[in-house]
């Protein structure tokens, strides 16, 4: 059974960022006004490095979800 969590779930007036965690992979899931972008990577730091050259994310959100991804990560990922 393929199990995916959302470890971290950032949400503005600009869009959505969600670290989701399976057994694949992780899975990044960034939203905005009229445009969507979902990518597979090995680690969560590739999916976190990678969010920094999605199309369309604005600045106030790469950095709020970094800032959300950290905090998650400094509670032991707990969801």
């Given amino acids: 059974m393929k199990v995916t969590r959302h470890f971290s779930d950032t949400r503005t007036g600009e869009g959505r960022v969600r670290f989701l965690i399976g057994a694949g992979g992780v899975r990044l899931v960034v939203e905005g006004p009229g445009w969507q972008h979902g990518s597979t ?22 950095e709020q979800a970094l800032d959300d991804l950290e905090q998650r990560a400094q509670l032991g990922g707990a969801a």
Avoid at 41 to 62: C, I, K, M, N, R
């Fill in 41 to 62: 990577h090995a680690t969560l730091e590739d999916a976190a490095t990678f969010l920094a050259v999605v199309p369309g994310l604005s600045q106030e959100l790469y």
